[in-house]
């Protein structure tokens, strides 16, 4: 329990700062989080004698998991792209103020080098990796599995409020409340899923790839309909 307050702790105060301060300084927040994340595999290995295979990192069967995550995220992440680009109840259609001035260039070194690196990977060696294993250590499987959903949906608290303030779904209030409960109701549904993955597969690449496909496909689908 201890931990799992620390993780929502760390998570959502390092969301505070404003979006400008966090875009200039994003490798020193990445870098962070790293060692952040490098201290809590050290204590989970030399101190609690977690191996890292009991962590999910190892590399047996890690590339039929990470083809596996790619089909589960592609699957997943279609209806949702489909909504933003034909989105049921908006007229102005769903707009994100902090990719209409991005380039192409930004995007793509943000895709491809800062989101895997600073979100995907991290947050699933961090949750479905140290977390995940011990939660299960303590308290067996399923509560593991809803327990660490829960802290996944609640270290996102701060950055979910922000991203719908910043598209037009912000607008009406209870539209805007509406849609941060179900995206908080997503993340706990995709935290059961990424950890039931995780079981099954015995390691992270699937969970790490499918992460890092549907949030750049639903992020990317936003920057193009912002163009």
Known sequence: MALALLIIAYGNLVSLPPDGLRTAFDWAFILGSLTFLALLILWAVRIEGMPLPTLGITFANAGRSALLGAALGAVVILPVVLY???PLGLDDGIGYENLE??????????ALVHQPLGTAFFEEVLFRGVLLAKMTVAWGQRQA???SSLTFALWHLVINFRTIQNTEVASPAALAALAQMASLFGLVLGGLFLGLLRQRTGNLASCIVFHWLVVTAMSGTLFLISR
């Open 101 to 110: 001035e991005e380039t192409w260039g930004g995007f793509l070194l943000w």
């Open 145 to 147: 599995l809803l327990a």
């Open 84 to 86: 933003f680009i034909f």
